[in-house]
């Protein structure tokens, strides 16, 4: 039997139109836009209620210590880049790290994409000049085109129902890869040993070589679970584009309560995290496990406001603090806030996101990152909260699978020089391939303490 929404619960999805939105797009035709919403608001959801709760569950773990969060992918997807390829090395890098934390941790590592969703992207500015010639800035392929000519920036509704069936596809593919064999644990393995086979990640070796002693023992054990041939895998992104985040909103027939099925987890980023704004209230309203970024100038009592409108019942893994300070100021910025929420008892899971905080402009005008500041920001927040006693949970980063240039250093040395060989984000830096598994075996240090 299904349950029907208790009075007033979905009026209240709609709240947010009358508060204040930013970041949101000037869309030029609002019938354009409301029969987009109708189109989408009839279309199959793309994730269950059900599985939303399991993700509630383990980031619950994880805010106990009894699990680690590995979040990644794209800071922006696009539609180009939604193949088959593209997919799965991301994927095939995730659980690389994911393999390599879990022997760190000896915990079960709850694995998420930035992926299948992450479409829209919140800018510094409207608009964009380029040589005496201004445009709105790109928001992301659900908005607009990357494309610097007046067309491809005007904002397109349509492009919202593309993103729906991109997303579509490829959690698809996600779902086909994690229970198809792909992601069998002693494949996954044997990748990591190709990688720490190549003599500049021989620093690495050992790791690998305990990792494969414990796989031979698991083998001669007999053990031959499913555990090992399959993965759970959860899908996220920023819930930035409440036209978008709305119409795929739908009541649980379980519980008659709203859950935003186009993803598991959502989060709120740093710039749209105003308490009395949309974004806030909208989430307080949908059951997802949901996060906030939270910057180095958020305070306490910011956080207490955000629990106390997001997560009032104090429900475990419902309410996800990833923090993104930047590492010159996380050993500053983070102990205060930390230690009064914990002081609290309230739960939250805290996610460590190191690459929002140290962005900087090469000397040759790129937008990027050095792995050295990215790392210190990890040492940073274990530090921080080894020392105040409360638990790091999980790790929040911008990667993709294939072999760009990107993000400064790594045993590879990408110097200033090498970033314009293969520098192909569309927004921000992300770590590469060798450089995520790098950052994977040395986090993995890092939480052995
Ligand atoms: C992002 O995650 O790509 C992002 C824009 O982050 P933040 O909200 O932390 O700036
Ligand atoms: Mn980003």
Sequence with gaps: MSVEAAPGVVEGLDAWRSLSARQQPAWPDQDALAAVGRELAALPPLVFAGEADVLT?????????EAFVLQGGDCAETFAEATADTIRNKIKTILQMAVVLTYGASLPVVKMGRMAGQYAKPRS?????????????????????HDFTPDARVPDPRRLVEAYHRSAATLNLIRAFTTGGFADLRRVHE????????????????????????????AACGADFDSLRSVEFFASHEALLLDYERPLTRIDSRTGTPYDCSAHFLWIGERTRQLDGAHVDFL???????????????????????????????????????????????????????????????????????????TISSASGYKTRRLTDVLDEVRGFFEVHRAVGSVPGGLHVELTGDDVTEVLGGSEEIDEDALSRRYETLVDPRLNHQQSLEMAFQVAEMIQG
């Design 57 to 65: 569950g383990r980031l619950a773990a994880a805010a106990r210590g």
């Design 125 to 145: 500015a409207d608009l964009e000049e380029r040589d005496g010639v201004t445009l709105p800035a790109y928001r992301g392929d659900a908005i607009n085109g």
């Design 191 to 218: 990748w990591n040993r190709g990688f720490t086979a190549n003599p500049a990640y021989s620093a690495y070796e050992q790791v690998a070589g305990e990792i494969d002693r414990a796989m031979r023992f698991m």
């Design 284 to 358: 307080s309203r949908v059951r997802n496990p949901i996060g906030v970024k939270l910057g180095p100038t958020t305070t306490a009592d910011d956080a207490f406001a955000l629990m106390d409108k997001l997560n009032p019942n104090e429900q475990p893994g419902r309410l996800t603090f990833i923090t993104r300070m930047g590492a010159g100021r996380i050993r500053e910025a983070l102990p205060s806030l930390v230690e009064k929420v914990h002081a609290s008892g309230r739960p939250v899971t805290w996610v460590c996101d190191p690459m929002h905080g140290n």
